[in-house]
């Protein structure tokens, strides 16, 4: 079971609407992703708590569904 | 003992611990590959949990940090993140640090 790299884009921008997302599909295969996810939410926040931010927004499908997930994140410099 | 329990008492008795799907010797996911080749790098004495072997440790540090994913990664018993986190650290130097301050023994 995958996610298309547009839902998970589009997840990602419903809790975070400030984002920039970028998703990268790493293997050609529709299950391996990368995600690059740079939003103002994040200043301040520590790493844990910026990624925890994202899998929040992908509603208990990280882990899941969605198992292959490279993720990294940043606030605007 | 609770599941919660046991992995409190590996957390808070292991400077460096590891849970992972497989062993450092046949990691038997990519992320934990990645998880294990970083501390092999940093060169500092770890355990590991193979979470594979043990469902109940599979799903319960899964609530322990509030973290989807296995690989995670604990020193001296604060969650310091999964395997993205991990690389993102040790490429800025800050994963070292972190080894050096918590005084973590070298392998």
């Not at chain 1, 298309?4 to 391996?32: F, K, N």
């Not at chain 1, 939003?39 to 992908?58: D, E, I, N, T």
């Amino acid at each position: 079971m995958a996610m298309a790299a547009g839902d998970i884009e589009a997840m990602i921008r419903a809790a975070l609407p400030d984002a920039q997302v970028t998703i990268t599909d790493l293997a050609g295969d529709g299950d391996h992703y990368a995600a690059h996810v740079v939003s103002p939410a994040f200043a301040g926040l520590s790493r844990v708590a910026q990624h925890k931010a994202v899998y929040a927004a992908l509603g208990g499908r990280m882990g899941g569904v969605l198992h292959a997930l490279q993720l990294t994140t940043a606030a605007p410099k | 003992m609770s599941t919660e329990q046991r992995i409190d008492e590996i957390v808070k008795g292991n400077d460096v611990v590891l849970f992972m799907k497989g062993t450092p010797l046949f990691p038997q996911c990519g992320f934990s590959s990645r998880a294990v080749a970083i501390l092999e790098r940093l060169g500092v004495e770890y355990a590991s949990v193979d979470v594979l072997q043990d469902m109940e440790i599979r799903q319960g540090i899964k609530g322990y940090s509030d973290w989807p994913t296995i690989p995670q990664l604990y020193v001296k018993g604060e969650f310091v993140g999964g395997s993205d986190i991990m690389m993102e650290m040790f490429e800025a130097g800050e994963l070292a640090e972190l080894m050096e301050e918590a005084q973590v023994k070298p392998a």
